[in-house]
């Protein structure tokens, strides 16, 4: 089994920064794809940032410029450095990684909370 754990998120105002991290540890075979999502109260999960192992980062238009993901394969981690945080961005984010035998596994989520 493969579980992802999350951490990083927290309160911060407009124009702060954060960095989440996402760790998988377990069974792992081999993790293609790591990325992040997330979901704002009453709205549907949206894609926010993706990384392909050894590839580039993909950004939402909304987040584009302002955060930047990053893994480290060794450890099997992906991170989301998120500055100039602007309320809309509130949310509970989620990491996920596609094992390519298991495939799409999610995290528990990690809250985000940009407020004055």
């Known amino acids: 089994q493969v579980q992802l754990v999350e951490s990083g998120g927290g309160l911060v105002q407009p124009g702060g920064s954060l960095r989440l991290s996402c760790v998988a540890s377990g069974r792992i075979f081999s993790l293609d794809d790591m990325g992040w999502y997330r979901q704002a109260p009453g709205k549907q999960r949206e894609f926010v940032a993706v990384?392909?192992?050894?590839?580039?980062?993909n950004y939402a238009d909304s987040v584009q410029g302002r955060f930047t993901i990053s893994r480290d394969n060794a450890k099997n981690s992906v991170y989301l450095q998120m500055n100039s945080l602007r309320p809309e961005d509130t949310a509970v984010y989620y990491c996920?990684?596609?094992?390519?035998?298991?495939?799409?596994?999610w995290g528990q989520g990690t809250l985000v909370t940009v407020s004055p």
């Open positions: 996920h990684a596609d094992d390519r035998v298991r495939g799409r596994i």
């Open positions: 990384m392909a192992r050894g590839g580039r980062g």
